[in-house]
């Protein structure tokens, strides 16, 4: 028996069977493709002819890798193979990486929500990333900034899938206004991301993970934890350094998902498939457009558009543009076509507004939901100055601002009606306002406060805009000067107990029982129910 060991770059077709863990089905023939490089493979060789044969194979192969160096390249059907197989960290084996790994493997459905987000814009971020030879971990970090959410809104007012701060957003072009936020523009936040990664690895002198955590923490709080260990003569890699909490565990988020991916039969991972093929196309309109005339245009409804698009903050795209969007490739097509019999005063509607005695631009901008330089911009007006009887075009929304559900405005009435206890205030801000001064003078958090109106606690706030506050009743009667003695109790109902006999007993309304346990007075208690009560202890 002989043996004889092969130098050569070979497709190996029976590697991929360790895959189907990623989806928990077979793989297609197709698919079962995988490019080793330089590997020794061991051939058993039963006689001469063979030997010969075997012989032939090797110069053969090597005059092809001399001839067309990339012939053979990798086949996936699955684009988490296709991530799996160019995974390159080394993943240490410390506690701070297993805790994260433990979590992600206790928690598959949440991987699985979060796979079907990134479905229409995997393959996009797997081509960007490929194109500049970057470390495909990269496709990962939107896991652990934003849940692949484009929507997503953090308290330190970072938005988007690559949870970019405004500041951030300018440096790499990912402009911010009324209309429009770059930030959630999946396309150009992705690019401006790589971008920015690339500088932070270039500035690390090449550390991948010093350049991830400036990513989270900023690079001058990186740069300053290194200079305070190398001054102390401490070791200077990631893991020595001194970091926020948030970032001592946001690398090794990152890290554990790229071990769970690399060996998913080692944590029984199977994470929802994803097609590896191009889904999405570009297309433009030719000025600023309707997104509902859009969608129609593309045989769509305005929130499968939208949803798609999201760094439309309003009912179109802005006046200057960008009028561009990313459709699923079938419905591209038929935007293309259709947009060619439109001309551009066709993609908006307009209203004919009469200017009325105490008008201002600021005031018919604010009625019609525009912004005033779009209204200057319709009726090439310089300046502020409008008069009485004159008449204004207006950009209006095709349909009613209901229907665009996934706008800002839209989005944050949704917040605002979110339930955060048993009563909504109601709170028009006022000249010199800030979060701060509204959160103490109402007692309530000032990071919860933003939270309930879509908003971060260092957002700027206007004179005129409505937010919401929600409070428990304890905290209403506190205002009245009687909070230290009020406390939230848990009654038990007896039998024979009624709403009269509990309110008598607690010196409380009947009123107030029912808006705190939400109850209505036609419905009987039942003996064991649990009922939540505010009482004034001093008053039984």
């Not at 200017?355 to 009726?379: F, P």
């Amino acid at each position: 028996m002989k043996y004889l060991l092969l130098s050569i770059s070979l497709t190996l077709l029976t590697a991929c069977q360790q895959l189907d863990m990623l989806t928990g089905s077979p793989v297609a023939e197709t698919n079962k493709v995988v490019e080793l490089k330089d590997e020794f493979i061991a051939v058993e060789i039963d006689d001469e002819e063979s030997l010969h044969f075997y012989d032939a194979a090797l110069a053969q192969a090597y005059v092809n890798q001399q001839q067309e160096p990339q012939s053979t390249k990798p086949v996936f059907g699955n684009i988490w193979q296709r991530i799996q197989a160019k995974l390159t960290f080394d993943i240490p084996e410390n506690r701070r990486v297993a805790i994260q790994r433990s979590w992600y493997a206790r928690h598959p459905d949440y991987l699985n929500r979060v796979a079907k987000r990134a479905e229409p814009f995997l393959y996009m971020i797997v081509e960007e990333i490929e194109a500049r030879g970057l470390p495909m971990e990269l496709v990962l970090l939107p896991i652990v900034e934003s849940a692949f959410d484009p929507f997503a809104y953090s308290h330190g007012r970072a938005s988007g899938l690559w949870q970019f701060v405004p500041q951030t957003g300018d440096r790499f072009g990912l402009h911010q206004n009324w209309w429009y936020d770059g930030r959630r523009d999946v396309p150009a936040a992705t690019k401006a991301a790589l971008d920015y990664l690339t500088f932070l690895h270039k500035r690390f002198d090449g550390d991948w993970l010093h350049a991830l955590a400036s990513y989270n923490s900023g690079e001058g709080r990186v740069a300053r934890a290194i200079k305070a260990n190398y001054k102390s003569g401490e070791n200077v890699d990631f893991w020595s350094l001194e970091l926020p909490k948030e970032t001592d565990a946001y690398v090794p988020k990152l890290l554990a998902l790229a071990d769970m991916i690399r060996r998913p039969q080692a944590y029984n991972l199977k994470i929802y498939p994803i097609a590896n093929v191009e889904v999405l196309e570009e297309v433009n309109a030719p000025g600023q457009i309707d997104l509902a005339k859009a969608a129609e245009l593309a045989d769509m409804h305005v929130n499968e558009l939208h949803a798609l698009n999201p760094a439309f903050n309003r009912w179109a795209t802005p006046p200057e543009g960008p009028h561009r969007f990313i459709l699923p490739i079938e419905k591209a097509e038929l935007f293309n076509q259709a947009i060619k019999e439109l001309k551009p005063e066709q993609l908006v509607s307009w209203k004919r507004y009469k200017i009325q005695s105490g008008d201002s631009l600021g005031k018919i901008a604010s009625q019609h939901n525009v912004t005033i330089d779009s209204i200057r911009t319709a009726n090439k007006i310089k300046g502020n100055m409008i008069r009485k009887g004159q008449h204004l075009l207006i950009p209006a929304a095709s349909q009613s601002l209901d229907s665009y559900d996934l706008s800002m405005k839209s989005r944050t009435e949704k917040k605002q009606n979110i339930e955060r206890g048993q009563k909504k205030q109601s709170y028009e801000v006022k000249s010199g306002d800030t979060f701060w001064d509204i959160s103490r003078a109402n007692k309530v958090n000032v990071r919860e406060l933003a939270k309930w109106n879509n908003m971060a606690p260092t957002d700027p706030i206007y004179p005129g805009q409505k937010l919401v506050i929600w409070k428990d009743d304890a905290v209403v009667i506190g205002q009245l000067g009687e909070a230290p003695t009020v406390r939230k109790v848990k009654y038990k109902v007896r039998n024979g107990d009624s709403l009269a006999r509990i309110a008598n007993k607690f010196k409380v309304t009947i009123a107030d029982i029912e808006g705190w346990n939400k109850l209505k007075r036609s419905k009987y208690l039942q003996p064991g129910q649990l009922l939540q009560l505010f009482v004034d202890v001093t008053r039984i």
